[in-house]
C-alpha cells in the first residue's frame, strides 16, 4: 500500500504552512505537527492528505475532524490500490469544510449564534447557549485569546478549572458548561480534540424528595389555586412546562387521566417529542374538577396568567409561599433584586423546586412497588437509565428488617475493657451437647483446618488443609 502523510495548515513562523502531523507510535497525535523534529502545538487548521501517484505528489483537502480525516484515508488508500490493478476509479470530491477559520473571532460566533440559532434548540436553550458563550468570550478576551485559530484542549481545560475555581460552580454543572461551549466552536469550525481522561467523574447523586414534613405546613398556606396547582405537580411528576401548558382538553375527569399533548399554537413540543397519557387519582380529579369549576370559561390553559398565557412565574410563587411559611432552610444566599440576601428574608431558598416535586412523585412509585417500566412510561423518559436514577438507594424494608435484628451489630460491635468480653460470643453449651457435636470431652473443638498435632502438620511435607471446611486426618503410608 503506498504511503499517504497527513499534514495540517497551521501557522508557523509567521506563516501558514502545511505541516505533518505528529505521531506516538503508531497512532496520530492531532493537536500536534512536526516542523524541524520538534513538536508544535496546532492550534486549528484543515487537514490535507499527501501522496503520489504517477510520478507527481498529490495533496487533497480531506476534512475538519479525525474522524474525517480517518475516513478519507481509508477511502483513498482502497483507491490507490485498485488503480495500480488497473482498474480506473475516481477521487471522492474534495472536501469543503467550515475551514478556514483563520481569521474567525470567537465574538463573531457569539454574534453569529445569538443571530442564527440551531431551529431544533427551544428558546430556554438558546438562552443559556448564549449565555455559556458569552462567559466563554469574556474569560477567553482576559486570557489574551481571540480567535479560534487560537483554540486547543488546553483552553478549554483551562475554562473548566476556572468556573469550578473561580466561579465556585458544582463540577457536574462546570462540565457541562464546558461540553455546550466545545460543540458550538466545534460547529463554528474550530478543531479541538479532547483526550479521555480530561472531563473528571462527576459524582451521582440521589434525586431530593420532600417529606410529608416538608409538604404538610406548604399546602397549609395555599390558596385554592395554588393548591390544585402544586398538588397536579406532585401527583403526576409532570415538568414545569408540561403543566404551564396543559389545556382543559388534557384532562379527562371521567376516567381519570391526564395527557401531555404538543401545542402548535403555543410552540410547545413535549420533550421528548412524543406524546403521553398517565393516569392520576381519584384526589386529583377532584381537586382538578373543582379548578376547572371556578375557571373562565375563555380560558384554555388550566392554570393561566390572568391574561390568559403560560404563567412563567410557578417556581418565583413556590419560593414566595415557602418564605411565608417560614419553611426556607436559612442557609442559602444569593443576589435578590440586585443586592445580596439570605433565604431567612428572600424567597431564594434553593430547597424549593417545582423538578423536586417530579423527583417526589417518581420515588413514590417505586417505592410502592411500581415496575420500573411503567415508571418510565409516567414520567415520559426516552431511555430507561434516566427512571433508574430514582431506584439509586431506594430504602428498602427487608435491608431494614435485618439491621434492625442486630445481626451486623453483634459481628462488628467492639467494647473497651477485657478483650476476652469484648465481643459478645455465642451463648455457653452443656458438655452433653459438645459430645453429640463431635467434641471430646475437655477439648476444644478442632479448628478447620488442622489436626492434634497443630496447624503445621504435613503429609510428605506438604500442609494439611480442609477446603471444605471440615478438620481432616490423614495417615503417612507404611
Not at 209 to 219: G, M, V
Not at 266 to 288: A, N
Not at 294 to 310: A, I, V, Y
Request: charged share 30%.
Amino acid at each position: 500500500m503506498k504511503a499517504i502523510r497527513v499534514l495540517r495548515k497551521v501557522k508557523a513562523d509567521e506563516q501558514w504552512q502545511l505541516l505533518p502531523v505528529a505521531k506516538t507510535g503508531e497512532r496520530f497525535d492531532w493537536n500536534y505537527v512536526m516542523l524541524r523534529g520538534e513538536r508544535l502545538p496546532a492550534g486549528a487548521g484543515a487537514f490535507y492528505l499527501e501522496y503520489r501517484e504517477g510520478g507527481r505528489k498529490v495533496r487533497r483537502l480531506v476534512g475538519a475532524t479525525p474522524r474525517e480525516v480517518q475516513a478519507a484515508m481509508t477511502s483513498q488508500a482502497q483507491v490507490l490500490e485498485l488503480r495500480d490493478r488497473g482498474v480506473e476509479v475516481e477521487d471522492a470530491p474534495e472536501i469543503h469544510t467550515r475551514r478556514p477559520v483563520e481569521g474567525k473571532s470567537i465574538a463573531e460566533v457569539v454574534r453569529s449564534f445569538e443571530a442564527h440559532p440551531p431551529a431544533k434548540l427551544r428558546p430556554k436553550s438558546i438562552a443559556k447557549y448564549n449565555f455559556d458563550l458569552e462567559q466563554f468570550e469574556a474569560w477567553a478576551r482576559r486570557q489574551g485569546i481571540t480567535h479560534l485559530c487560537q483554540l486547543n484542549r488546553e483552553t478549554i481545560c483551562s475554562f473548566l478549572s476556572y468556573l469550578v475555581r473561580e466561579e465556585d460552580l458544582a463540577m457536574k454543572s462546570a462540565v457541562n458548561k464546558s461540553v455546550i461551549v466545545l460543540k458550538l466552536v466545534r460547529d463554528a469550525g474550530a478543531t479541538i480534540v479532547m483526550k479521555k481522561g480530561d472531563w473528571p467523574r462527576v459524582t451521582s447523586m440521589r434525586p431530593e424528595i420532600y417529606t410529608p414534613q416538608q409538604l404538610a405546613p406548604l399546602f397549609a398556606g395555599t390558596n385554592r389555586t395554588e393548591f390544585a396547582l402544586y398538588q397536579t405537580f406532585l401527583m403526576t411528576g409532570f415538568r414545569d412546562q408540561e403543566i404551564g401548558y396543559a389545556a382543559r382538553s388534557d384532562f379527562n375527569a371521567a376516567d381519570g387521566l391526564m395527557s401531555v399533548t404538543k401545542k402548535p399554537g403555543c410552540s410547545f413540543d413535549p420533550k421528548t417529542y412524543r406524546e403521553r397519557t398517565v393516569e392520576i387519582p381519584p384526589e386529583l380529579v377532584t381537586i382538578l374538577k373543582d379548578h376547572v369549576a371556578r375557571m373562565e370559561e375563555d380560558q384554555e390553559l388550566l392554570f393561566p396568567t390572568s391574561g390568559g398565557k403560560r404563567d412563567k412565574h410557578m417556581l418565583r410563587k413556590l419560593k414566595r409561599l415557602a418564605l411565608r411559611q417560614g419553611l426556607n432552610c436559612g442557609k442559602c444566599e444569593s443576589m435578590h433584586e440586585g443586592k445580596p440576601a439570605s433565604c431567612r428574608t428572600a424567597p431564594i431558598c434553593r430547597r424549593w423546586t417545582l423538578h423536586k416535586f417530579r423527583h417526589t412523585y417518581a420515588t413514590t412509585l417505586l417505592r410502592d412497588g411500581w415496575d420500573v417500566v411503567t415508571v418510565q412510561h409516567m414520567l415520559g423518559h426516552s431511555k430507561l437509565e434516566s427512571t433508574l436514577v430514582y431506584v439509586q438507594g431506594l430504602p428498602s424494608e427487608e435491608r431494614r428488617r435485618k439491621m434492625a435484628s442486630g445481626t451486623l451489630l453483634r459481628k462488628l460491635l467492639f467494647r473497651r475493657g477485657n478483650p476476652a468480653r469484648a465481643i459478645p460470643g455465642p451463648p455457653a453449651r452443656d458438655q452433653a451437647s459438645a459430645r453429640a457435636a463431635g467434641s471430646p470431652r475437655g477439648r476444644r473443638p478442632l479448628r478447620p483446618g488442622t489436626d492434634r498435632r497443630g496447624p503445621a502438620a504435613s503429609w510428605r511435607g506438604r500442609p494439611l488443609r480442609a477446603r471444605y471446611g471440615t478438620a481432616l486426618r490423614v495417615r503417612p503410608r507404611s
